[in-house]
């Protein structure tokens, strides 16, 4: 196989090449020097800080304290990568989970959302072109549509991304337009979707991006909250460099924590920490520490073994729900039982548009859901949407029993209306 060596300044955006280190956070490391003096840095003293020690509790009874000095350097100013304990076990755990097949970056964020925008901001240049799933996820079309690019939509189906489609877009994409450089996806259970990319797909994919010199934008909040064997990621394919992997704590340890993770080329991760810099200058380290000290007493297996938990937990709730949508939907709807993840995403039949009857009279009902819409880079010229997508990840029995019924109450009222 021919490996191709990427030119990392052909991708990044104008701003993003003329980045520079904070004058002042670049003196972070050099103060953990044996026997420096640092009159440089203006933090806090510490010794005024009133914390004298952090104490977790767990819910199988067990308690956890954070080591002295993991605390201490959680409580001020730390690299922008992350706390040093955290950033090296993620780093094995990326290693053990996804045996990459090149030396990669690592830096933590706070949360993955915050990695995936810093991402997008680094690499999109005014009047670029982003190939992004259609539909796909509404927090980042939220943060793209006030960025200075053009969404391009990628065609989906109970597999994910179709590659034929893909392929036929950019073998024919036209000379007088900017090629994209880039592609968005969200591979595993994806948001809203709940569908994966087989490995199959994923192999093709690959080989698009590399014929048409793409960056993969790798999100994958759920691939620990696959159902049955873990599909291999993208990142762990990457014989080129052109994946920038995403991943989050968030549906595994706390989402409160804010903890994420971003892996791929050291040259973009390095320039990611220099948006950082210039931002929120690093993630909270306390959550860091709490994190790390969590995960270090379970150690790599422990992880995984709880992680394993919170997937079996979702499949559980998953099969529950979709049996719950047939015994009231069928007929009504119809959707895709997802492999991964915590959503299912109906297409209500005999109905144009489910804005108006998600938004008002689903809510009358008792019962909420996102209508499809949302979820389309290009409302406008999509047109209405009939799809709804809902999340049985946070709700009884009785509550996915009762919701769906009521659901499916007003579909029929609709459609006796449109009679």
């Not at 793409?214 to 599909?231: A, H, S, V």
Request: charged share 20%.
């Amino acid at each position: 196989m021919t490996v191709y060596t990427l030119d990392y300044q052909t991708f990044l955006s104008d701003s993003s090449k003329a980045r520079k280190p904070s004058a002042i956070r670049r003196l972070i490391p050099l103060t953990k020097l044996p026997g420096m003096i640092s009159l440089g840095a203006g933090a806090p003293n510490s010794d005024l800080f009133p914390f004298e020690g952090i104490s977790i509790s767990l819910k199988n009874g067990e308690s956890l304290k954070i080591d002295d000095k993991v605390l201490n350097e959680s409580l001020t100013y730390g690299p922008s990568d992350g706390i040093p304990q955290l950033n090296n076990w993620l780093r094995e755990l990326q290693t053990l989970q996804h045996a990459p097949p090149r030396a990669f970056g690592l830096t933590i964020g706070t949360g993955s959302q915050d990695l995936v925008t810093k991402g997008l901001q680094m690499l999109i240049s005014p009047g670029d072109n982003v190939l992004f799933e259609s539909p796909g996820y509404v927090g980042v079309i939220a943060f793209l549509r006030h960025q200075p690019c053009n969404l391009v939509d990628v065609s989906l189906d109970s597999h994910g991304v179709i590659p034929a489609k893909l392929r036929e877009q950019l073998d024919n994409w036209p000379a007088d337009k900017r090629k994209p450089k880039l592609l968005y996806t969200v591979p595993v259970g994806g948001n809203p979707t709940g569908v994966s990319q087989t490995l199959e797909r994923k192999k093709e994919i690959y080989e698009i991006a590399r014929q048409h010199n793409l960056l993969i934008l790798e999100d994958d909040p759920y691939f620990y909250l696959q159902f049955g064997e873990k599909i291999p990621s993208y990142f762990s394919m990457d014989v080129d460099g052109r994946v920038l992997r995403f991943d989050s704590m968030s549906k595994i340890l706390s989402s409160g924590l804010r903890v994420g993770w971003a892996t791929g080329p050291v040259e973009l991760i390095n320039v990611m920490n220099l948006v950082t810099q210039t931002s929120n200058l690093q993630s909270s380290s306390v959550s860091q520490a709490i994190t790390y000290t969590l995960v270090d007493s379970w150690g790599h297996q422990g992880f995984l073994d709880h992680a394993q938990k919170v997937a079996s937990f979702y499949k559980d709730r998953c099969a529950k729900f979709c049996g719950y949508a047939s015994k009231h939907l069928k007929g009504l709807a119809q959707w895709v039982e997802p492999d991964a993840g915590m959503f299912v995403w109906f297409y209500l039949q005999g109905i144009e548009d489910s804005l108006d009857l998600i938004l008002n009279k689903a809510v009358e009902k008792k019962v909420l859901l996102v209508p499809g819409i949302e979820f389309f880079c290009h409302p406008q010229e999509n047109g209405p949407s009939a799809f709804v997508r809902a999340s049985f990840s946070n709700v009884s029995d009785q509550e996915m029993d009762l919701g769906l019924e009521r659901l499916a109450s007003l579909l029929r009222e609709q459609i006796e209306l449109q009679k």
